[in-house]
């Protein structure tokens, strides 16, 4: 224990058991008393409960701290329920997620633990899927940008169909190449292979024809989870895809055939373990889109009798965005809160949940503030009633004060790039396109020789050491208009084509931008990573960058809900992991 190394399977397995039992709040069973979860006490009643001597407990404490508690919770009292359901049954979706994010993806153990603890403290403030009568709960969870909030909620899906949810609805932004991009993550992390192919041969031209993913390179690379013989063990049920990658909530034929819920005893409910864990699950990834939402709800209408007893969860994906009803209270006539006329994608929201009375509703994001302001009287609306669930900073995040000097006083100390962030990292545009047109065009072309030289001093570093690159992307965002999105790629098209950054002219502009600016930052804060000695031995690599930057001879993508760019949109998402986009 004391010399194993840091990534040591057995060691990184003891992290995440220690983990959640350090976080557990039911009795451990103890002879003595119960302990307060996330303290030293709790953690030698664990050593106790282990029988370890006192030698191997100190060696246990030194390599592996008491798990703090990863998330601020404000919560109506519940009736917790999801630990004890967890015991008597099967977790594979849960337990095969934790193992892919540990052997696929690399988490560390402390990820891994906290994200284990903080979907447990949503799902068991879910309505139990067995209960009797039928119950909604509405919560939100709130994360930092960019944080894991899509890994949190995948593993609240994977735990709610263990545990017995069987309509699984993610509602994943506005536009389409978020919609498929949610939907390929949780096919790769939680639906699986075996769920995907449904029983077909993959080696079938005609299957391949229809498959999702035949090109994708994680797909042939083996990347996809896999669940095996686990799916035959009692209990365990076949996940069926009600979208797909390539394609939105569609009606016939697909939803028809699908939105099947058939029940081995007939004289018992629908949500009787008899019938529950006899039943598939279905996973819907919808678009807040008001025509794919229409057909999913003239879908379930006819199934209205299994509807009542059947448990579902709703998943709402930067629930801040499209779902908050914005009408203008002032406007309702006095006495006609329920008959107001709701915005479109709100209306429709909460008439899935009146179809659906056992669902439970889980919003995600990174801004609450329109979810708070919802009306708290309405209970037709989404306001977060039950709980709210504030994750904590995960470890190593990269968030405003990696960049900004926050908080921080410059009177003992002095400012350079090693110790400003700012000075490190941020570059200020003030250039703007009406009052100073050519001061604008001359930052657009120093920002795009960033890009170019970031993305050959990470094939420098990628040919003289370990590290690897999946992306290398530059997002330009000067406007949330559409018309703007096309004025800027056409001005950043125009500098890219006048660069010439093969040319002694281009080169010379490089050169001295990397000099200027590249070295001193690097020679500060590279913290061992590779430093080209020169400009010239860096050279061969600006090309290999701007070969791969290249490859589909436009290298400027829009990314917005505009019907006409959806060509490009797909063309984006048909290279999930290859570098070189401008947005």
Not at 516 to 537: L, T
């Amino acid at each position: 224990m004391l010399h194993a190394d840091e990534n040591e399977p057995a060691l990184t397995q003891a992290r995440i058991a220690l983990a959640k039992w350090d976080s557990l709040t039911e009795y451990l069973g103890l002879d003595d008393a119960t302990t307060e979860a996330h303290t030293q006490e709790r953690r030698a009643a664990i050593y106790t409960r282990l029988g370890l001597s006192p030698e191997v407990a100190r060696a246990f404490t030194e390599r592996i701290g008491v798990f703090e508690k990863q998330s601020t919770t404000i919560s109506k009292v519940f009736e917790p329920w999801y630990l004890a359901e967890r015991k008597l049954r099967t977790s594979v979706y849960w337990d095969n997620y934790e193992g892919y994010l540990r052997d696929v993806k690399g988490w560390p153990a402390s990820s891994i633990s906290s994200l284990d603890e903080t979907t447990t403290e949503v799902i068991e403030r879910l309505s139990r899927p067995t209960r009797p009568e039928a119950k909604q709960t509405k919560g939100l969870v709130v994360g930092y940008v960019q944080s894991g909030k899509t890994a949190n909620f995948t593993g609240v899906v994977a735990k709610g169909i263990d545990a017995g949810y069987r309509l699984i609805i993610v509602l994943s932004g506005t536009i389409e190449i978020l919609r498929a991009q949610t939907q390929r993550r949780m096919d790769m992390e939680l639906v699986g292979v075996e769920n995907i192919l449904a029983g077909q041969d993959p080696t079938d031209p005609a299957v391949l024809k229809e498959l999702d993913y035949q090109q994708d390179e994680e797909w042939k690379a083996e990347r996809f989870v896999k669940h095996g013989d686990a799916l035959n063990l009692p209990g365990v049920v076949e996940i069926a895809r009600v979208t797909s990658h390539r394609s939105d909530y569609k009606r016939l034929p697909q939803a028809m055939t699908k939105l099947k819920f058939a029940r081995k005893n007939k004289q018992k409910p629908l949500n009787d373990e008899e019938n529950l864990f006899h039943s598939g699950a279905y996973v819907a990834v919808i678009k807040k889109n008001s025509a794919s939402l229409r057909k999913l709800i003239q879908d379930l209408k006819p199934l209205k009798n299994d509807l009542a007893e059947l448990p579902v969860m709703i998943i709402d994906d930067e629930s801040d965005q499209a779902s908050v009803d914005t009408t203008n209270p002032a406007k309702w006539k006095k006495g006609s809160k329920e008959n107001r006329k709701r915005t479109r994608i709100n209306h429709l929201i909460t008439e899935i949940l009146e179809l659906c009375p056992r669902a439970q509703y889980v919003g995600y994001t990174a801004t609450p503030f329109a979810n708070v302001f919802v009306d708290p009287d309405d209970e037709r609306d989404l306001f977060p009633a039950d709980f709210v669930l504030s994750l904590h900073r995960p470890p190593g995040y990269m968030g405003v004060q990696e960049f900004h000097d926050v908080g921080k006083r410059w009177d003992d100390e002095e400012k350079t790039v090693a110790t400003s962030n700012e000075l490190a990292h941020i570059r200020p545009l003030v250039g703007d396109m009406e009052t100073d047109p050519l001061g604008r065009i001359k930052e657009l072309q120093e920002a795009l020789d960033a890009w170019v030289l970031s993305g050959a001093i990470k094939k420098y570093r990628e040919a003289h050491s370990d590290f690897l690159y999946r992306h290398h992307t530059m997002l330009i965002h000067e406007s949330v208009k559409k018309a703007d999105h096309a004025d800027t790629a056409y001005d950043v098209r125009s500098v890219w084509s006048k660069a010439k950054f093969n040319s002694t002219e281009g080169l010379t502009r490089l050169a001295k931008l990397y000099r200027d600016d590249f070295v001193p930052v690097m020679e500060a804060r590279a913290a061992g990573a590779p430093i080209p000695a020169s400009f010239e031995e860096l050279k061969p690599y600006i090309g290999a960058a701007l070969a791969e930057i290249t490859i589909d001879d436009d290298p400027v993508l829009i990314v917005n809900s505009d019907k006409e760019i959806e060509a490009q949109q797909k063309k984006l998402d048909s290279k999930p992991i290859r570098s070189g986009e401008s947005l």
